[in-house]
């Protein structure tokens, strides 16, 4: 069609913008189609049974349909504490317990890694001892390595909001000499609305350890497409790209969690296509990881059906395993999936 022909004919230059439109909007569609590594990683509050022997059969049956779309757990067990002038984890749940299910974990699904997630004892508390010494945090992750050795993360839960602006720099230290040890995160808002967690924004963060992987929960708060409060998902993370900065976003690890938003900013009744939109929006963005809150929060959403009996926690975990692999229907038989968008 050349320009002359174009002009000449409206139809027909309506039918090439049409034809344009319509291969950038396929291209954008199919982002995550792309052959690139992503990840998704789920934070895990106990799997494990009293019994000291394993992980219960229910969590085991949940995670023999969904390992496709889990890359790692992260799980909420231990507490960083102060011993002088140093820091070590003791455990909030039943140590034990909790091993004999991770153990059993990487003996059956050898790709999942696992993460060992620590909150504070206090706020600011043990966070003032690797200020004051930060080696004193990667030492301690070698240390609960050692006794240990299926731990391949180091998740943190920090969630202070009173460190003096002199701890800060020593904090950031602390953060990146435990990144040497072993892939460790950090949670953090990455939003403009309120005060940040350790007063800096992920963008100074990141400047100071640049080997830390951030998950930014600023997207915990909205799962409409545009109609919440908070303009939707896609403000919300968009709001986390500018404020970790566009030249961080591989360290980004935006957070999802679809039971944390209030009435009205959230949708469980998004179809998968929708879903799939959500993650191919993800993916043509450059983001290469996500996490979710938690991986059986997400799995037991077994309400709003879609017409084909697929519940919203199935939806999202067939669009997660969409996420890390480009695959459609690895999780739910392709042939059964609703793909009617909202």
Known sequence: LTVA???????LLRLALYTSFAAITLASSSACTDGAKRRVRFWLIDGSTANQRGCYSGFLGNLSLYSAAVDSFGVMM???????SGVYFRPIHNETSDWACLDQIKALYQHISIGVSASLDSDPGSLNTIA???PAMAAAVRAYKALHPNMDEFWTDFESKYLGAAQVPGVNEAFELSAQVMLTTRYAGCEPRDPPYFGETCANFTAAAPSVLVQAANTYWDTTISSGWYGGFEKLLRQEIDNIGEHNKGRLSPAICPACPSAGNQDDTLSQQALYDRMDLVCSLGISDLSGFTFGEIYNRTTHKDRRGHSIGERYMEALSYFRSGKKGVVLPLETVEVIAN
Do not use: Y
Not at 5 to 11: F, Q
Not at 78 to 84: D, F, I, K, L, Y
């Open 5 to 11: 022909a174009a002009i000449s004919c409206p139809m």
């Open 78 to 84: 231990v507490q960083m504490a102060s011993n002088g």
């Open 132 to 134: 004051a010494h930060p």
